[in-house]
């Protein structure tokens, strides 16, 4: 599994999606591309046949040879043309006319680098395939060219958390990343280290968030299969906002962001426990050498702070840990000198 970091994350649990309440439903003929080193291989799925039909791409015209078969899934290259086609692999617009309507495309494929892409250009070893009945691309890493459509290495995941500028965790943020067919949202909700995970196609995402006394923000997140996006996303948010939740859940551990961070001389780490417990809080290197036992006392439930001052290490990043009965909550932290 590959990690492509977007900003730092740490994380412990997840909401599932949350299914609230997407587009009409479009027929498409051009199923699935993927380029070769010798060329390329395009799937058509025809409803009625292929006689007559002719590919464009953004520098040539062919129509398609009289002998290519009509199958469920039909796959062509250019000797199944009657002239040359070249598509280009950074960036194309293809279009598939079907007879009798000479006027307009029966289906429209746009990527990479031409204007109106609706996905990026694929990586080597991937196809760009249709999700047929919802209207969008995706990339598969394991090309089904000749049989239908699946999302065997086609998915990956965005792994992030939601926090205000103070670096506070946003408990309860939604994560808008889809809609269902009635044009609701499709959402998951960070959990009490506002930590979310996104589960989804390779494809580009459009991510919105929205947390109660702060400011919603949206951006475009591309995910690759098999890959994880690590994100960090900052809202600016009212003073007080989330800065220590006001009614802790009964049943869930919190580790707050220390503060404050950066920090040079001593910094101070915020927890939350719901009950009596013994606690433990740590200090460790990238490497995950231990460098200093802050806590190891039994504490009563509430809000707790304990204050780090390093002596004699070097600046740089560090983790500090809280080990509970059942997990271990981590967060990172800048020491500098």
Same mark, same amino acid.
């Given at each position: 599994?590959?990690?492509?970091?977007?900003?730092?994350?740490?994380?412990?649990?997840?909401?599932?999606?949350?299914?609230?309440?997407?587009?009409?439903?479009?027929?498409?003929?051009?199923?699935?591309?993927?380029?070769?080193?010798?060329?390329?291989?395009?799937?058509?799925?025809?409803?009625?046949?292929?006689?007559?039909?002719?590919?464009?791409?953004?520098?040539?015209?062919?129509?398609?040879?009289?002998?290519?078969?009509?199958?469920?899934?039909?796959?062509?290259?250019?000797?199944?043309?009657?002239?040359?086609?070249?598509?280009?692999?950074?960036?194309?617009?293809?279009?598939?006319?079907?007879?009798?309507?000479?006027?307009?495309?029966?289906?429209?494929?746009?990527?990479?680098?031409?204007?109106?892409?609706?996905?990026?250009?694929?990586?080597?070893?991937?196809?760009?395939?249709?999700?047929?009945?919802?209207?969008?691309?995706?990339?598969?890493?394991?090309?089904?060219?000749?049989?239908?459509?699946?999302?065997? /290495?086609?998915? &990956?995941?965005?792994?992030? @958390?939601? +926090?205000?500028?103070? $670096?506070?965790? !946003? #408990?309860?943020?939604?994560?808008?990343?889809?809609? /269902?067919?009635? &044009?609701?949202?499709?959402? @998951?909700? +960070?959990?009490?280290? $506002?930590?979310? !995970? #996104?589960?989804?196609?390779?494809?580009?995402?459009?991510?919105?968030?929205?947390?109660?006394?702060?400011?919603?923000?949206?951006?475009?997140?591309?995910?690759?299969?098999?890959?994880?996006?690590?994100?960090?996303?900052?809202?600016?948010?009212?003073?007080?906002?989330?800065?220590?939740?006001?009614?802790?859940?009964?049943?869930?551990?919190?580790?707050?962001?220390?503060?404050?961070?950066?920090?040079?001389?001593?910094?101070?780490?915020?927890?939350?426990?719901?009950?009596?417990?013994?606690?433990?809080?740590?200090?460790?290197?990238?490497?995950?050498?231990?460098?200093?036992?802050?806590?190891?006392?039994?504490?009563?439930?509430?809000?707790?702070?304990?204050?780090?001052?390093?002596?004699?290490?070097?600046?740089?990043?560090?983790?500090?840990?809280?080990?509970?009965?059942?997990?271990?909550?981590?967060?990172?932290?800048?020491?500098?000198?």
């Amino acid at each position: 599994m590959r990690v492509r970091n977007v900003l730092l994350v740490l994380a412990v649990f997840f909401s599932g999606p949350q299914y609230a309440q997407a587009n009409p439903v479009m027929i498409h003929y051009l199923s699935e591309l993927r380029f070769t080193r010798t060329g390329w291989e395009l799937e058509l799925t025809p409803e009625d046949g292929l006689e007559g039909c002719w590919i464009t791409s953004r520098s040539d015209t062919a129509f398609l040879h009289p002998t290519v078969p009509y199958e469920d899934y039909v796959v062509i290259t250019a000797d199944s043309l009657q002239s040359p086609l070249f598509i280009d692999p950074a960036g194309d617009s293809l279009a598939l006319y079907i007879p009798p309507n000479m006027q307009h495309p029966g289906d429209l494929l746009v990527f990479g680098d031409y204007p109106g892409a609706r996905i990026p250009a694929p990586p080597p070893g991937c196809s760009i395939s249709i999700r047929r009945w919802e209207d969008f691309y995706y990339f598969d890493a394991s090309p089904t060219l000749g049989a239908p459509n699946d999302t065997t /290495n086609a998915m &990956g995941d965005i792994d992030g @958390v939601v +926090t205000n500028t103070d $670096g506070d965790a !946003l #408990i309860g943020a939604k994560v808008i990343y889809d809609y /269902n067919d009635l &044009g609701g949202e499709i959402y @998951v909700l +960070t959990d009490s280290a $506002g930590h979310f !995970l #996104i589960h989804d196609f390779a494809r580009p995402e459009y991510l919105w968030v929205v947390a109660e006394g702060c400011t919603d923000h949206g951006m475009r997140i591309q995910i690759w299969p098999d890959s994880t996006v690590v994100l960090t996303v900052i809202l600016e948010c009212e003073v007080g906002t989330n800065e220590y939740p006001l009614r802790p859940s009964a049943s869930v551990y919190l580790l707050f962001q220390n503060n404050p961070n950066p920090f040079s001389s001593a910094t101070t780490i915020a927890y939350s426990i719901p009950r009596t417990e013994f606690m433990r809080m740590s200090i460790f290197d990238l490497k995950g050498n231990l460098i200093e036992k802050l806590l190891e006392k039994s504490l009563p439930a509430g809000l707790h702070r304990v204050t780090w001052q390093p002596q004699g290490i070097p600046a740089g990043t560090y983790l500090y840990t809280l080990q509970t009965p059942g997990s271990q909550l981590t967060r990172r932290c800048q020491f500098l000198k």
